[in-house]
RNA sequence: GUGGGUGUAGCUCAGCCGGUAGAGCACUUGGUUGUGGUCCAAGAUGUCGCGGGUUCAAGUCCCGUCACUCACCCCA
């Protein structure tokens, strides 16, 4: 039975043993971004809804007709951010953090996003992404470094079948020649009429179209990759250089065209084939023009966003193996009301050595109490009755074997960290 | 947003041409007065997603609605 009520159309939620998954792989990310020297920031989740319009521009889908907008009782319009580039920037500028320390400003937030599309598995109206940005230099390094710190965390996880695609998508130099072009080439094809709206708006975006039909017609059209001006031909060289001097593949791919109108440069995706029309998994760029249409300095950025749900579905397509740290490794199973104590003061002491530890609660018997143990997963059952008491130790139980040998009270914890440690 | 598919026990699903709801797993209890997982026995569990309609009778047919899902679109 449950309430009258269920959450939002499109909300993933997550509970036990998934949500414990979730957070393990943020876990392992915050390492990761620890590790090559990247700060955490906790930040708003709504936003001036004018920082969107600007930040992620006017044309894309994402502000046009996907953002959860409202209005405050102050009759200012707020909107739920969709994305986190624009709030990451707002906000790095808004704290000074490009004055105070040397450039880049390395920084990293999680938290959920929204945007009002139809659900479907593995998109979501909240949906939870890890953002990871490096603000203030056009340096083709750090263009490399926030590939290769997304690589390996899918690594970590154990994921093996996720593809990095890399374009460049050019500059305000090089782009509005070829964006000219490649209108031109568009308006000459048979396209439906929301696609040749599209050419006037946002013609790139239509070169990632996945309907056969129409990628049958544009097998000849001009690609960015062949019209780069020599910074960015060089730029885009130079990181592509950097990531094969680290070992970490990907797969040139000149039609690959973001949503955000803000990318300039490089630009990538991570694709995972197992996962249907939600391949994309996360992906990134450089938006080296951003903080100026926000208002701001003139400051290079780059950064990803990667997706926390599409990412736990790769994890259970490719059946990766990662899993959390064990709730429980040592479970009491107490016979009696001073055995129940006794073992609640054990549980919390195994706790503050780092073990993790549980009881059977309820005044259970003994057989309810053994299939507790059995269910928490624990390596071990310390089994205490008015016998071991009487002798002064606990029975010591390994579940998978059923091995079972008396400790004297005063020894357990000390031998069962040892042999967990085993 | 567009076009399809599916909603039956906690989970996975069966339920024929409308006749008053089932299986496996999970769960509870017992076989075991101090031993789980295996085995045996017994037991409990449903607003058949929700609302309306047709009918003597609806899980089954019709309409609406909500949710999920597949593709497009979008992108994480």
Known sequence: M???FQAPKGVSE??????????????????????????????????????????????????SKEMYTFEDRGGRSLTLRPEFTATVLRAVLEHNLHKQGALPVKVWTTGPAFRAERPQQGRYRQFYQ???????????????????????????????????????????????????????????LDLDEATRARIEINPLRVLDDKRPAVQAQLTGAPLMADHLCAACQEHHDRVRELLADLGIAWEDTPRLVRGLDYY????????????????????????DGLAEDIGGPALPGIGFGLG??????????????????????????????????????????????????????????????????????ARFAVILGERDLAAGEAQLKELATG???????????????ERLSR
């Not at 992620?56 to 994402?62: A, I, K, L, P, Q």
């Not at 490096?134 to 926030?146: L, Q, S």
């Not at 008396?406 to 069962?416: E, F, K, N, Q, R």
């Open 14 to 63: 997550y509970v036990p043993p998934r949500a414990d998954l979730f957070a393990a792989i943020r876990s392992a990310f915050a390492e990761q971004a620890r590790l090559a020297g990247y700060g955490y920031l906790e930040l708003a989740v709504f936003e001036d809804t004018n920082l969107f319009r600007r930040g992620v521009g006017e044309s894309t889908d994402v502000v």
């Open 403 to 417: 091995d079972q040998t008396a400790v004297p009270l005063t020894d357990l914890t000390s031998t069962l960290r």
């Open 308 to 377: 926390l749900d599409r990412t736990i579905l790769a994890l259970e397509a490719e059946n990766a193996g990662f899993e959390a740290a064990p709730r429980c490794e040592v479970f009491g199973v107490p016979l009696g009301a001073e055995a129940e104590r006794r073992l609640f003061a054990l549980a919390d002491e195994l706790r503050r050595a780092g073990i993790a530890a549980d009881t059977a609660f309820g005044g259970k018997k003994l057989k309810g109490a053994m299939k507790d143990a059995d269910r928490s997963g």
């Open 130 to 188: 890890l953002d990871l940005e490096a603000i203030g230099t056009e340096d083709p390094r750090v263009d490399a470094e926030t590939i290769a710190l997304a690589a390996r965390w899918y690594a970590s996880l154990g994921l093996t079948q996720v593809r990095l695609l890399l374009n460049s998508l050019g500059c305000r130099e090089c782009r509005p020649g070829y964006r000219t072009l490649l209108q031109e080439f568009l308006r000459g």
């Open 2 to 4: 449950s309430s009258s």
């Open 264 to 287: 300039t440069r490089t630009t990538y995706e991570f694709d995972h084939p197992l996962l249907g029309a939600q391949s994309g998994i996360g992906g990134g760029g450089r938006y």
